[in-house]
């Protein structure tokens, strides 16, 4: 089945950092969705993208959809310590049926010990 | 609004029994969904329904069975528990407007 890769799969964070992670695939997407995940708890939509090109903020958070459309970059800037989780990225594919996103492995972010 | 509910929190089974897992939402969303997130897995798509009365089979389906006879209730069910199907579960609804998918708190489920 299709897949996205997302990397990097992990990276530690200083407070004050800024943070990069992105997603790319083999196919077109047509809608990009990040989402974080606490422990324990389930997936928490961060930023949605639905157009080639857009690129959307969320507070300290960027997103941007690819003009390939086979690509999504999520940046995280000045991060502080409530950032730590993972982040999943997650397309839709062109034409596939609603709800059904193919979801990336996740990047896990962590605070520098 | 209570968004996506999910039933029971926990639970342990063993291998051999069945189960229902429960789902519901309050958004008047017409699809929903399923997965199991295990970990280095990601998220992996079980079975979905686009509404009341229809279902599908997603990438994962072995084992587990849908039906939505409404729109706020999506369960799933363990027709025969597999250590295998040890996971977190989580069920989703979809705003068809926007595709914008919204997750339940999710279900841990351990199979002996």
């Known amino acids: 089945g299709q897949q996205l890769n997302q990397s990097p799969q992990s990276m530690f964070i200083q407070e004050g950092e800024d943070v990069s992670m992105n997603c790319t695939s083999s196919?077109?997407?047509?809608?990009w969705l990040w989402y974080k995940q606490d422990p324990g708890e389930g997936p928490v939509l961060l930023i949605a993208?639905?157009?080639?090109?857009e690129l959307t903020s969320n507070g300290r958070l960027t997103a941007q959809f690819g003009i390939t459309r086979k690509d999504s970059f999520l940046n995280i800037s000045a991060s502080i310590p409530s950032d730590v989780g993972i982040y999943f990225c997650a397309g839709l594919n062109y034409g596939g049926s609603q709800g059904n996103l193919i979801f990336g492995k996740g990047t896990k972010l962590s605070v520098k010990p | 609004n209570a968004g996506v509910t999910q039933t029971p929190k926990f639970q342990v089974l063993k291998t051999g029994q069945s189960m229902t897992l429960q789902c519901a939402q309050d958004m008047n969303h017409e699809y929903m969904s399923w997965y199991r997130q295990d970990p280095g897995m990601g998220l992996r798509l079980i079975h979905y329904s686009v509404g009341a009365g229809i279902t599908d089979q997603g990438e994962v389906p072995n084992g587990y069975n849908v039906s939505r006879s409404t729109t706020e209730d999506f369960p799933l069910r363990l027709l025969s528990a597999a250590p295998s199907q040890t996971s977190v579960y989580f069920c989703a609804s979809t705003s068809g407007s926007r595709l914008t998918q919204y997750f339940g708190p999710g279900t841990r489920l351990t199979v002996l």
């Open positions: 993208l639905y157009k080639a090109g």
């Open positions: 196919s077109i997407f047509n809608t």
